[in-house]
C-alpha cells in the first residue's frame, strides 16, 4: 500500500517539511528580552536591536519566550521598532542553522 501523507520520513532521519523564510523587508530575529505590554527586544540577522511588539490579532495566537526565533518586520517610518510576525519550531530553527540564515544572528 501505497503512502498518501507526503511528510513521512524519507530513510535519511529527516523530516520534510515548509519553512516560512522572510520576504521583503522582513529578517529573522532572535528574542533577547521581554519588555512587558507584548513588547520584547529582538536582536536582528541585519545586526539591529529592536524593539518589537506583537501585533493584537496575534497576541492570543503566539506565546514567545527568550531565545525564540521569530521573523520581525521593520516599521517604515522607525526602522529600531518592528512588529513580530512568526514564530519558527525547534526544527525549522535547526534547518535554518544548517542552510546558513542564521549566521549574522
Known sequence: MQNKNRNY???NGEEVFRVKLPRGK??????EQR???????????DGKNRNCRVPGRMKRKLWLREGDYV??????FDNEKGDILFKYTPAAVDWLG??????NI
Open 98 to 103: 544548517k542552510r546558513g540564515f542564521l549566521k
Open 26 to 31: 522582513e529578517v529573522i530575529g532572535i528574542i
Open 71 to 76: 521573523i520581525v518586520e521593520p516599521w517604515e
Open 35 to 45: 519588555v512587558g505590554g507584548a513588547r520584547m527586544i529582538v536582536k536582528c540577522t
Open 9 to 11: 520520513n524519507q530513510g
